[in-house]
């Protein structure tokens, strides 16, 4: 067994150049001009800020919408529009502009990232990741831009000297829902947009194609169904097919058990159909991971809260702006059981044979996870001394939140200590790389197996 240490360039993209925005960032926010009171943003919430804002959480220790300034906004704003590209993106997208060729393990590392094993694919895709976004950003801000020009009451007091330009509002808004930041300007979040299904429906659907990942929107803008003879050119990839499924199966389970959930809680107070309808339709869209809210968190049940929590650790889809183990990983994880369960050997999805290394990747995935949820959670239980299993409750939330990079709280981030604060930032920081995508990028050791053991068997279960 050979092996050989080396510091690979990928490593030095995210040690470097992630890392640096997050530098850079803080150091903005620090300045006195970024804050409506005099002396800037204090060190550790600056640098929470801005791990929040580029890991597009949107878990945060300030009211970005009334105590920072435009200038403070707008730092915020293309923190997350670079946290949303994903730094090795838009690094790689400017190499491939100039004609540069991409090492193999770059190449495995975005392959990895975007679910991909054409690498002669990722110059078109990277260009169309960044002609995507913003596309798609664009129509969004047009369309949010509608709803500014005649905002409700309390939105239009909230936005203050900025009342004038309904546009830099919809922007904003737009930016953070396709990234799937979940930032706001307005103090509550969107509650005060319950009675707006327009507004409500643009930014579910944003968050959706931002979580949908680059990749699928790749496939689907790039398929030609019927050429001049009326045969078929190409067709949805398999990798496709179970994004697109398993989020329509979660939007609609989702939608279900909130709207009955809620129904007599905080629905209640809202009287037409459509709007509760529009609100239960959000609230399944939003843990996946954008993190705003239309119902008051603090006041749903506890059934809505584990609800939110499977969703918010499912999270979106590879190569996508949303956290979480992927639904892809989901996927994979049950039909593994299934073949299990009866008996076959191989993993096969749509009379598809999944490949060995695919199904570890994602049993990998899942345990990674679930072991970063559970240290994390366990150091803020050292950290926060909760003194009632409803503030233990809230901890292990506000864990999820930031591991799948989701943004949702309740009340709980403004009262971490500084060490509980720390915590959240590397939850944020290791769940926007991704499990496997960090592991991948401080693997520092190349080995080839020139040994086969042999094999014995142990008892399980």
Known sequence: MKKEIRITPARWIITGVFLAAIIIGALLLMLPCATVAEGGLAPLTAFFTATSATCVTGLSLIDIGCELTLFGQIVVLLLIQLGGLGIMTIGTFLLVMVGQRLSLQNESVLMSTYGTSAADRLSSLLRLTVGFTLFIEA???????????????????????????????????????????????????????????????????????????????YNIATIRFWDKNLKTRRRLTLHSRVVLITTAVLLIVGTALILTQEWNNTLSAIPRLTDKLSCAFFHSVTPRTAGFNCLPMTEILGSTRFTTLILMFIGGSPGSTAGGIKTSTLFVMLMTISAICKGRNRTVIFQRAIPERVVREALAIFLLSIIGILLAYGLLLYSEHPRTPGEASNLYFETISAFATVGLSINCTTTLSNTGQFIIMVCMFVGRLGPMTLALLIGSRNVVERIRYPEETIVVG
């Open 139 to 217: 129509i969004g801000t047009i369309l949010l831009w509608r709803c500014y020009l005649t905002p409700p009451p309390e939105v239009a007091a909230q936005m203050g000297p900025h009342a004038g330009n309904p546009l830099y509002y919809a922007l904003f808004h737009s930016v953070s829902a396709f990234c799937n930041a979940g930032f706001s300007l307005h103090s509550n979040s969107l509650i005060d947009f319950q009675h707006n299904p327009l507004y409500l429906t643009t930014i579910a659907l944003l968050i959706i194609a931002g979580g949908l990942g680059f990749l699928v929107l």
